[in-house]
């Protein structure tokens, strides 16, 4: 074989090992044929020795390690079994990737945890896309089978099979999903919703708790979800397999029963479940022999209330859920009644008459408790033609107990699934396809197997056999289709083990032969088994164990299984006592009556038979066994008409812990789910198919002559058979070169050893070029330091010879230098003991003279220190007395100011008269200046009057010296007299003089501490008022923020509810369509309706309603209280009685008690009840009654909140001191005020929309009556340019003007000119005083124009049209409106009131914005994938990266084609393009524009990104650099059209981080950093998915290393991430948009350019 020169020194192989199964090691020798040992060395370091008798006993060869994680095993290069086990342990646990294609099998791995890879946003970027394009998924798989159906027009069906606990059910379930979402979106049915519904009810008494799986599916069953001609869904169909009854009534070890029966024991005590007198589940017998009575991370309660959820949805009645779940009830009880033995060999039983669980199992089914009893211990024989009454035992009343409980449950499942049957029957037609999800157990082997596993392991037998033909013919159609010479491919066909289960005399015919015996036994049927498949012929698929008798083996396909026979007759059987059944039929319950009423004519039962006293009769009934192959017989054959879909269900270890890989348990299902099988049959062909142009990109190398891409097929043919030599191992096709299992490694090891032959003789001449190099470099540099070394010692010498020259003048120099340093060091001594000396004797003599000096200033101090201090003493003395008297003030007014202090009022004066303080401060400062002015001039006063005394004084002194030296001289005592009191007058003026200085200098002081205290204040108040005035535009701020985002929040909640509205009307249409044709159907004819569209009312009702009741709509709360016509028609049929029929009808609805509780009448219009017309309606009156409570109580609760926020702005404001700061706060203020009365009318226009209800009727608006407009009006000003309309031209204006306007003529018109013809009819009626006709007219033009939209779903220019009329319309209307006209004196406003009509026109504007965005959206769905990701703008880019194995798609796929017809990037801007050409040529304002391609561009991106996530193939650098290329043409294409400023560029911020993060280095820490900090805008999922999906392309390029990987990981933990954590970004997200209000110039009629083609010439001028 050429394989055996792969097994060559370093490659990798594989070996066997007991616990990881198969282990991989490196060869450390070559092998050459004849060898007998093998040198290995294992991953551990270990080195074996592997023996090798023949060439078949190698162990299998490795893949390269650049398939490692492939998504598709059958891409792989060896196709065995360990390498399948490698690369599914690689994906699951490195990559966290549960899904892996095995050609056309999907393996599917539970990872027994949450994966957010489920969401909506993964359906939207599975849905459309090619199966091999995108990463494995169980929505890849539906996808292909729903686009199959829909174009091939073939049914489909999807295979879902696996081990318990290993997934099935969730698959199966998040297919439907996937289904309902893409097949039922757009028509926004209830089908969908009843298909999923079906789901948490069938879990509910279908599935339980084991040992392997904590909802495990005890039954089979398969689901067909019909579609109509458009692909939606329109009814389903469910087919249930072998339920388990014997579950209901034992329980293994460690498991359950059904999950219904705990749900009910946990609702025991709600008020409607007390009657049914529930326990914990430790009190029933059937629940508690387990021993597991709660599950972990499951609520049992609100798990029923899902499944009465998904009842009442499915149309069943409160009523007949009670009655179910009293008969579940009735179950649990029937298993606690006590069975006692009696008689003297315990022959007989009885049950006690007082038992209690057999009062209330009788009571609860309404049955006689009497009978009961009786006949659980009794039979009736036939003997003789006479009925004799036989006792039982007490074991055979207990199995005839249990019996009843297994039969009651298996009619009561039968009913059910009926029941949800008739409620997914479709309702629209005959299904015209459908798609299958076939649900079924997979194979089972336990350590005691019985009857079950007996019939799973047949229907495994039977299903894997259609799925080996299946492939085997898939296999065979490639090879016709590339027309290849091929022989037959021998696959294992089990159809002789299939003989041995159903042929004649197999083991099911034995087995129903001995049911017929009368005294058959498990003992007699084994002996037969062993006599006919063992003796007598001999079968290779049965066996015999050697230690017991009462057992038999089968071989099966996947393993062998050990039967015990114990059991299989009574199963099979499934018999139950006819008279229990006869009493039974005569409950009073309807329910059970209708359960076992259909037994009574049939001779066979659904799930078992009826035992009855007559052996005749007996001997016709059908057998458990006989009925499953019946059934899987159909199964089989709606199979083989359907084209099959497979998904395989791995469970990769028992313990279900997340993401924990047991080979062993893996390997063991892989061979029993038939994987391995697939891999066996694709390995016996040719499973490596190359196309011609992937192989010459690949092995072009190995190819000799001139090599061009044109010539691929010829060089392929020509080159092969000198690489491979064995023709057989290789085959030529038309369009594909198809090669044997390991010939791709052959030719990857050819080129390998060219590669290295070319590298060998690169490295030569590469080395002998660097020898030659180094050997002048060496030369060059001994010469180099021969130089230097000369130079050096040259220069050493010189150097000596300075040194010495150098020493003998340093050696002169310093002694010089010593001699003059000691003859200045003696001179200097000389001269500093002459200094000293005579320093000495001048201190002498100047301490002298200071003594002296000291002496006199001594005394004189002293003297003054004396006088000093008499003056000091007094002058304390006083000081201290008046600190005493101030202290004693003081505290007084200390006290009193901080119990003023500690009173709110008097802080809040103090805030207040701040600026009263400073006045006041003001006042005393002037009053002390004027008291200072005043004690100045009494102090010159006082100086003058002094002085006039002492001028007084010395003049009496100078005459009385004049008179002594005149007189002789006085006596003595006269003299004296006289200079005493000169004295003291002169010792009074100096005391004067001396006061007065005092108090001038105290008045200074306080002059300037009042100034001190004044800056300090003003400093203070200041402060405060900045720290004031940021403290109010802070909260101005914030007040704004929040209500602009408050704002913000509303309009995409109310945008959203116009999406609905809209789609509810479609629906209103689509139910108003169906319910006329149903009545021509019948033979009536309506004559009130569908006289022409613009008349159409949108509502059932006729009578106009009010403007006030109308809000926008969400239907989310009522969803599941309003049940829909449907399933009260259904719920009619089933009931069995007249009464019941009547009292359905006539009891009041769910919707009927709504409108009560919301006070919403009911409408006379409507005369018929039961009508879809009357409920659709009735919900919406009752959604907008719930809303306009809700919007007035917000309401209420925001003015509450704006009024407080005004309050406390006015305090603050208040608090200040300034006049202008308080003037500009003020006015500040005032701004704010408006812009929040702005925003509170924009919010009110957004959640009022009155206008809405005349939308929905049919009448037109009607005059005010008398009543209403009782008050007097101001007469209406006379306005100059109007048009005016005639009453009889009404109709004609608005059918010309709108309603026959086609995109032909209304692109040539004007931009607006219908609003702006419409506005000037409605302002001269206004003006005429005619308000009734003004309004009539504008509401008649808005119901067209709204009619003329819808019409127009398709075509982009309309819609950009009617968005500007509507636009137009409404900022003429709110500019001529009352509240808009006062502000300005030059418009004379409305008198008519029409701020109804103005909200419905801008719920119109959004309502046209959203249609002209859905257009667009629609056009580019097709186109973003293929034109930003997979188109290839850059010239040889793709052609530069070599394509590996890697990139080869899957076998099977239908990809899309390349070629000329493909979108490119040129396609994308032609549709934005005709978007911005609609938007511009209407001249709707820039910011509409702006937000309009903002929304566009983040669609782009997300279709895009995700895509991305999802695609191994364009994760590469090549594929990067392409995708940023063209993000950057649509970007620059934005910043052309002014367009960058609304933010569209910054929403594409994701896609270019995403084709950065392709490009950037991903090796080495600092990459790992810079990719951490550059891409801020992608999510930790979303980076840790595009670098483990990252594939390279080329060979100089690597895989990305599961360390690097790990260090991204931990960095990414680090960082504050603000992007949410899912993995797809929401495709569906809006954004809220605002329609800019710009009033338009004045309108005259004059200005107007009214076409002739318009035909509107009856409108005169005024």
């Not at 005579?838 to 000096?853: H, S, V």
């Not at 001190?1012 to 802070?1034: G, M, S």
């Not at 009629?1645 to 035909?1655: C, G, R």
């Amino acid at each position: 074989m050429a394989t055996l020169e792969l097994y060559t020194k370093g490659a990798g192989v594989w070996v066997p090992d007991p616990e990881a199964v198969w282990v991989s090691a490196t060869l450390l020798r070559d092998y050459n044929p004849g060898d007998e040992q093998l040198w290995l060395q294992l991953q551990n370091g270990n080195e074996v020795q592997y023996t090798v008798d023949s060439t078949s006993d190698l162990p299998p060869l490795g893949n390269p390690d650049i398939l490692e994680g492939e998504n598709d095993l059958t891409a792989l290069s060896f196709l065995h079994e360990p390498a399948v086990l490698h690369n599914l342990r690689v994906r699951f646990l490195d990559y966290s990737s549960i899904y892996t294609y095995c050609g056309i099998v999907l393996v599917a791995i539970n990872p027994y945890d949450q994966l957010s890879i489920y969401g909506e946003e993964v359906i939207d970027a599975y849905s459309g896309q090619d199966m091999g394009d995108m990463e494995p998924h169980i929505f890849s798989v539906a996808e292909e089978a729903y686009r199959t159906m829909t174009r091939e027009e073939r049914n489909q069906s999807i295979i879902i099979s696996g081990e318990s606990g290993s997934g099935k059910t969730v698959s199966a379930k998040f297919t439907m999903r996937y289904f309902a979402v893409v097949g039922g979106a757009a028509q926004q049915t209830s089908v969908e919703e009843r298909v999923l519904a079906s789901n948490p009810i069938m879990e509910s008494i279908g599935n339980a708790k084991t040992t392997r799986n904590d909802n495990s599916s005890r039954f089979g069953k398969y689901i067909e979800i019909g579609f109509g001609r458009k692909g939606d869904i329109i009814g389903a169909n469910m087919r249930t397999y072998l339920l388990e009854k014997s579950r209901v009534v034992f329980q293994a070890s460690s498991e359950r029963n059904y999950h219904m029966f705990y749900q009910l024991c946990a609702a025991r005590e709600l008020p409607e479940m007390r009657s049914l007198q529930l326990e914990p589940p430790e009190y029933f017998h059937y629940t508690k022999q387990g021993g597991e009575m709660q599950i972990p991370g499951t609520d049992d309660l609100s798990d029923l209330e899902r499944t009465r959820n998904a009842f009442t949805v499915l149309g069943v009645q409160s009523e007949q859920q009670m009655e179910l779940f009293r008969i579940l009830s009735a179950v649990l009880h029937l298993g606690n009644v006590n069975i006692q033995a009696s008689g003297r060999s315990a022959d007989r039983s009885y049950i006690s008459a007082d038992d209690r669980s057999l009062a209330v199992f009788s009571k609860l089914l309404g049955v006689e408790g009497s009978q009961m009893a009786h006949w659980l211990c009794s039979r009736r024989l036939a003997v003789g033609g006479e009925m004799l009454v036989k006792p039982m035992t007490g074991q055979q009343a207990l199995e005839a107990r249990d019996a009843l409980a297994k039969h009651i449950y298996g009619q009561l499942f039968t009913w059910t699934v009926q029941r949800l049957n008739s409620a997914l029957r479709s309702q629209k037609g005959k299904t015209k396809s459908f798609i299958g999800v076939l649900d079924i157990y997979g194979f089972e082997t336990f350590d005691q197997n019985s009857f079950e596993q007996f019939c799973i392991n047949y229907a495994n037998e039977k299903l894997q056999q259609q799925f080996n033909r299946h492939v085997f013919h898939l296999e065979q159609e490639e090879y016709v289709r590339e027309e290849l010479a091929w022989n037959r491919i021998e696959f294992s066909d089990n159809q002789e083990c299939i003989n041995l289960i159903e042929g004649p005399l197999g083991i099911f015919d034995l087995l129903d032969e001995e049911c017929r015996m009368p005294k058959g036994s498990d003992e007699n049927w084994a002996r037969k088994l062993y006599d006919q498949h063992l003796n007598s012929k001999p079968h290779p698929h049965f066996g015999k164990p050697r230690m017991t008798n009462s057992a038999f083996i089968v071989f099966h396909f996947a393993d062998t299984v050990q039967y015990e026979c114990g059991g299989f007759l009574d199963k099979n059987r499934d018999t139950v006592f006819e008279e229990l059944i006869n009493i039974l039929k005569a409950s009073q319950s309807e329910l059970v009556a209708e359960l076992f009423q259909q037994q009574g004519g049939a001779p066979s039962v659904a799930n078992g038979s009826v035992r009855s006293g007559k052996r005749a009769a007996r001997e016709h009934k059908l057998t458990v066994g006989f009925q499953f192959r019946q059934s899987l017989q159909m199964l089989m054959d709606t199979l083989n008409s359907t084209t099959p879909h497979y998904v395989r269900c791995i469970k990769p270890n028992d313990l279900k812990a997340a993401f924990m890989f047991d080979p062993q348990r893996t390997v063991q299902q892989l061979r029993a789910c038939g994987v391995l099988e697939t891999i066996r049959i694709s390995a016996a062909g040719y499973p490596s198919r190359w196309t011609y142009e992937e192989f010459f990109s690949r092995y072009r190398l190995l190819l000799r002559g001139p090599q061009s891409q044109d010539q691929a097929q010829a060089s392929c043919r020509q080159a092969l058979p000198q690489l491979i030599p064995d023709t057989d191992q290789y085959c030529f096709g038309k369009t594909k070169v198809f090669f044997r299992a390991g010939q791709v490694a052959v030719l990857e090891r050819l080129r390998y050893e060219r590669l290295r032959v070319a590298a060998v003789t690169l490295q030569r001449h590469a080395k002998g070029w660097l020898a030659r190099i180094r050997y002048s470099r060496i030369l060059w540099a001994a010469a180099t330091i021969q130089r230097y070394t000369r130079g050096a010692l040259a220069r050493r010498r010189a150097l000596t010879l300075r040194y010495t020259k150098a020493a003998i003048v340093i050696q002169k120099t310093y002694r010089m230098v010593v001699v003059r340093q000691l003859f200045l060091m003696i001179r200097d001594a000389t001269v500093t003991i002459q200094a000293f000396t005579r320093g000495t004797l001048a201190r002498r003599r100047y301490r002298q003279l200071i003594a002296e000096r000291a002496a006199v200033l001594l005394q004189a101090t002293v003297r003054g220190w004396l006088a000093r201090r008499a003056y000091r003493r007094v002058r304390a003395a006083v000081i201290f007395m008046q600190c005493c008297v101030r202290r004693k003030a003081s505290r007084r007014e200390l006290l009193r100011l901080k119990a003023e202090a500690r009173s709110v009022e008097r802080y809040r004066e103090l805030n207040k008269g701040m600026e009263v303080k400073l006045m006041q401060l003001q006042l005393r400062l002037n009053q002390q200046v004027r008291e200072s002015a005043a004690l100045r001039g009494t102090l010159h006063a006082e100086r003058e009057a002094a002085s006039a005394e002492l001028e007084a004084l010395r003049g009496i002194i100078q005459k009385l010296e004049n008179q002594r030296l005149e007189k002789p001289p006085p006596s003595p005592a006269v003299s004296e007299k006289e200079v005493e009191e000169r004295r003291r007058a002169e010792e009074k003026a100096a005391q004067e003089i001396l006061r007065l200085t005092q108090e001038m200098q105290a008045l200074q002081k306080d002059k300037e501490n009042i100034s001190k205290e004044k800056e300090n204040l003003t400093a203070q108040l200041h402060e405060k008022e900045r720290t004031q005035n940021e403290c109010v535009q802070k909260a101005v701020q914030e007040a704004s923020a929040a209500l602009q985002s408050e704002l913000d929040e509303e309009k995409m909640k109310y945008q959203g509810l116009l999406r609905e509205l809209t789609r509810l009307e479609q629906r209103y249409d689509n139910l108003r369509e169906m319910n006329l044709l149903t009545e021509r159907s019948r033979g009536h004819r309506r004559t009130d309706s569908a006289q022409s569209l613009i008349s159409e009312p949108l509502s059932p009702c006729s009578t106009p309603l009010s403007p006030q009741s109308l809000t926008p709509l969400s239907w989310s709360p009522f969803t599941s209280a309003f049940p829909s016509p449907e399933e009260k028609r259904r719920i009619s049929v089933t009931s069995p009685t007249p009464e019941r029929r009547i009292s359905a009808w006539s009891s009041e609805s769910p919707l009927d008690q709504l409108m009560e509780k919301m006070d919403v009448a009911k409408d006379p219009a409507v005369k018929k009840k039961g009508e879809d017309l009357e409920y659709a309606y009735d919900a919406v009156r009752v959604a907008n009654k719930f809303l306009e409570s809700q919007q007035q109580k917000q309401q209420t609760e925001w003015k509450d909140e704006l009024e407080d926020l005004r309050n406390q702005l006015s305090k603050k404001i208040c608090s200040g001191s300034s006049p202008a700061k308080k003037r500009d706060l003020w006015q500040l203020l005032e701004a704010r005020e408006f812009e929040c009365m702005r925003l509170r009318r924009e919010l009110k226009e957004l959640r009022h929309t009155a206008t809405l209800r005349h939308l929905l009727t049919q009448v037109s608006l009607s005059a005010p009556t008398t009543e209403t407009f009782c008050a007097a009006r101001p007469k209406p000003a006379a306005v100059a340019g109007l048009l005016e309309c005639r009453k009889r031209d009404e109709t004609k204006l608005i059918k010309n003007l709108i309603t026959d306007l086609r995109s032909e003529g209304a692109l040539a018109l004007p931009p607006g000119l219908p609003a702006s013809v419409i506005f000037l009819c409605v302002r001269q009626a206004d003006c005429s005083g005619d308000q009734a006709r003004a309004r009539s007219l504008c509401s008649s033009a808005l119901i067209a124009m709204k009619a003329a939209l819808t019409k127009q779903t398709s075509d982009l220019d309309m819609t950009a049209l009617w968005l500007k009329n509507f636009s137009l319309l409404h900022d003429l209307l709110v500019q001529h409106s009352p509240e808009q006209s006062l502000d300005s004196d030059e418009l004379v406003s409305m008198t008519t009131d029409l701020s109804d009509l103005i909200r419905s026109l801008s719920v119109l504007c959004i309502q046209a914005y959203q249609q002209l965005l859905s257009i667009t959206e629609t056009l580019l769905q097709k186109l973003i994938v293929p034109a930003l990701l997979e188109s290839e703008t850059i010239a040889g880019l793709s052609g530069s990266a070599v394509k590996l194995v890697v990139s080869r798609k899957r076998a099977g796929s239908d990809p899309r084609p390349l070629g000329a017809d493909s979108p490119t990037m040129a396609s994308v801007l032609r549709q934005l393009r005709a978007l911005h050409t609609a938007l511009s040529r209407q001249a709707l304002p820039q910011s509409l524009a702006e937000q309009a391609f903002r929304q566009m561009t983040y669609l782009i991106c997300a279709s895009a990104l995700n895509n991305l996530l999802l695609r191994k193939d364009m994760c590469c650098w090549s594929r990067g650099m392409q995708i940023r290329y063209n993000v950057s043409v649509l970007e620059e294409w934005l910043r052309s059209q002014d367009l960058a400023a609304g933010g569209a560029v910054a929403t594409l911020e994701p896609l270019i981080q995403a084709a950065q993060l392709l490009q950037v280095g991903k090796k080495t820490d600092a990459d790992a950093q810079a990719i951490v900090r550059t891409c801020t805008a992608l999510s930790s999922k979303q980076i840790m998915k595009i670098l483990t999906l990252y594939t390279p392309h080329s060979d100089l390029d690597e895989k990305v290393s599961l360390n690097f990987i790990r260090t991204v990981q931990e960095l990414v933990r680090g960082r504050s991430d603000s992007q949410p954590p899912q993995l797809l970004m929401d495709v569906r997200r809006a954004f809220p948009v605002t329609v800019p209000y710009s009033p338009p110039p004045a309108l005259s009629a004059d200005d107007l350019v009214i076409p002739e083609s318009l035909k509107i010439s009856f409108l005169r001028r005024s």
